[in-house]
């Protein structure tokens, strides 16, 4: 399998931005996606995951209900939907894919995408 995640870019505290993640490979829906980001100096979060039927979804503390994950199995993409954006999200943000199981632990995925910048201005 092998990712790609784009829709990253500068926005103002408070705005909104959807992250996608193309996948490539065969089984794409036998995987559960997660989104992980690192900022400058920290180590990489867990932002939110769901299983390979989007039948229950996951999301970090800091995150949760302001974004929201989606997926759809028949273009191989999952997406993350980011608003009420802060300073804070600030980050690469990373997707990433695990064969069947949810998990909010980076090591347990299989494959990352190359990631993408968020930047969200004061």
């Known amino acids: 399998v092998q990712l790609q995640a784009f829709g990253g870019g500068l926005v103002q505290a408070g705005g909104y931005l959807r992250l996608s993640c193309a996948a490539s490979g065969r089984n794409f829906s036998s995987y559960s996606m997660g989104w992980f980001r690192q900022a400058p100096g920290k180590e990489r979060e867990f932002v939110s995951a769901?299983?390979?039927?989007?039948?229950?979804?996951y999301y970090g503390r800091s995150v949760k209900g302001r974004f929201t994950i989606s997926r759809d199995n028949t273009k191989n993409t999952v997406y993350l939907q980011m608003n009420s954006l802060k300073p804070e999200d600030t980050a690469v943000y990373y997707c990433?894919?695990?064969?069947?199981?949810?998990?909010?632990?980076?090591?347990?995925?299989?494959?990352w995408g190359q990631g993408t910048q968020v930047t969200v201005s004061s």
């Open positions: 990433a894919a695990r064969f069947w199981g949810y998990s909010d632990y980076a090591g347990d995925y299989d494959y």
């Open positions: 769901l299983t390979p039927t989007a039948g229950r979804t």
